[in-house]
């Protein structure tokens, strides 16, 4: 089992709808083939600088590299 994992600060203030369209955005991700356990996390340390994460596990090298090529995928990338 891999695990993908990325975690950011959004440059859209908290509660705003650009917000809730990237946290729903990112959701659908969940969708494509070869994800699994597919968590959207939202950071409550000081600690760092970052806000969010979102991690997935994949089965394999090849479903990731299947999802990372997934068209869907790459248009989440584009536009965030």
């Known amino acids: 089992m891999l695990t993908h ?3 950011f600060k959004l440059k859209f203030p908290q509660g705003s709808s650009e917000e809730r369209e990237f946290l729903q955005a990112a959701a659908k991700l969940a969708s494509i083939a070869g994800v699994q356990n597919f968590k959207s996390l939202r950071q409550l340390s000081s600690k ?3 806000d969010y ?5 994949f089965q394999s090298q090849e479903a990731y590299e299947s999802y990372n090529k997934h068209p869907d995928h790459m248009t989440f990338v584009a536009n965030f």
């Open 53 to 57: 994460g979102l991690t997935m596990d």
């Open 48 to 50: 760092n600088n970052f």
């Open 5 to 7: 994992s990325v975690f």
